[in-house]
């Protein structure tokens, strides 16, 4: 038996198998049915999240020089103004830091996912590979 007649045979043995006994909707008739995404996808939602990271990270802090500036001649001339505005920068370099760290977060998740996804079915090949050659030496 090649590999793809034993892939094919394992699929359909278990097309019927699903999680917390969800019925298979074979007809299209509104009921659950297989999520699928790719590891194109995946990859390109990991691309979007490292395109956002670079991005962000470039245009979120170019304020903060000037920032500094203002705040400095407002609290230099008497102003309340010049340690709300240090607050104001505070708050949202914090809140910056945070999407950065989330857009990594995503992009280095999803291509690990891809990675080991591709290495799984490495393993599934090689293993079912062996259980034919096994066959013939039992």
Known sequence: MSFDEEWSQVRSETAAMRLNSVPTDPGGSGGATDYKVTSADLKAI???AQELFHWFERDAFHAGAQTDTAAKSLD???FRTGSAMWTMWDTWRDQCETLLSACAHIHNHLEDTVISHANHEEVLVTNF????IDKHFN
């Open 46 to 48: 990991g691309n979007e």
């Open 76 to 78: 230099g001339d008497g």
């Open 129 to 132: 590979s062996m259980s034919t």
